[in-house]
């Protein structure tokens, strides 16, 4: 009798977990379509500004109106960015530090073996 209700508790517990994960999946998928759809619109928005607007105008109008597709995004992707950059120095120094430990230098005599003899 244990048995069973531990199977059906755990079959209700992974019933549980996929019906989560699928929902995690379909709330991500809702966020990629709407930031599509806005990309697509800024695109046909640029598109119809250049049609309509031309020359130095244009120009004008898309500073004006597309500087938050610039510095948003410039923002969000400076912090993975610097962390990179530092990672790298950071993992090119202790490399050099590993090869400097265990580098011969022209300072260091060699010992010299003293034989019984000598």
Do not use: C, N
């Not at 531990?6 to 992974?14: E, K």
């Not at 019933?15 to 379509?33: L, M, R, Y």
């Not at 109106?65 to 995004?73: A, D, H, K, Q």
């Amino acid at each position: 009798m244990a048995t069973s209700d531990y199977s059906q508790r755990h079959s209700d517990i992974l019933a549980q977990q996929d019906a989560e994960a699928k929902d995690e999946a379909d709330a991500k998928q809702v966020v990629h379509v709407f930031l599509w759809t806005l990309f697509v619109f800024k695109l046909a928005t640029l598109g119809a500004l250049l049609y309509w607007a031309g020359g130095r105008e244009f120009w004008v109008i898309l500073g004006a109106t597309s500087w938050p597709w610039i510095v948003i995004p410039a923002v969000a992707l400076s912090g993975p960015i610097g962390y990179q950059i530092r990672l790298r120095r950071v993992r090119r120094k202790r490399e050099a530090l590993r090869r400097a430990e265990w580098a011969q230098h022209d300072t260091v005599r060699p010992i010299e073996i003293i034989g019984p003899g000598d």
